[in-house]
Nanobody, 120 residues
Framework: VRLEESGGALVQTGASLRLTCTATGETFDVAWFRQAPGKEREFVACVNWRGDLTFYVDFIKGRFAISRDSAKNTVHLQMNTLKPEDTAIYYC?????????????????WGQGTQVTVSS
C-alpha cells in the first residue's frame, strides 16, 4: 500500500483547504493525523473502507470533514474555518488494528505528509 498526500498550502485564518490522500493497493480504513512542530502526532479523523462510517477527534468536529471516493481510491479532508493552531504536517494512514484507532501506533501504512500553514 502506498499513500500520497496533497493539497497542503499557506492560507490565512478563516480559510478552507481540502487535503487529498491517494492510495494504491488494497482498500483499507484511512485516517488523517497531524503533527505540529515540537508536538506529538495527533489523530484528526478516520473513515472506514466503505466510506459510510467516520470518526473525529472532538476539537475539530464541525470544522473538518473526512470523505472517500472509492472509485478513485482517494480520501479527502475538508478543513474549514482554519486557525493558526491547525498549522501542522498532515499525514494519512491506512490499515488500523481496530476501529476507531486514534493512536499512531495502531496504523500500519503512512504517507510522507503535506504541510498546512495558517497565518494569523
Amino acid at each position: 500500500v502506498r499513500l500520497e498526500e496533497s493539497g497542503g498550502a499557506l492560507v490565512q485564518t478563516g480559510a478552507s483547504l481540502r487535503l487529498t490522500c491517494t492510495a494504491t493497493g488494497e482498500t483499507f480504513d484511512v485516517a488523517w493525523f497531524r503533527q505540529a512542530p515540537g508536538k506529538e502526532r495527533e489523530f484528526v479523523a478516520c473513515v472506514n473502507w466503505r466510506g459510510d462510517l467516520t470518526f473525529y477527534v472532538d476539537f475539530i468536529k464541525g470544522r473538518f470533514a473526512i470523505s472517500r471516493d472509492s472509485a478513485k481510491n482517494t480520501v479527502h479532508l475538508q478543513m474549514n474555518t482554519l486557525k493558526p493552531e491547525d498549522t501542522a504536517i498532515y499525514y494519512c494512514a491506512a490499515a488500523p488494528s481496530r476501529w476507531p484507532a486514534t493512536s499512531s501506533s495502531e496504523w500500519q501504512f503512512w504517507g510522507q505528509g503535506t504541510q498546512v500553514t495558517v497565518s494569523s
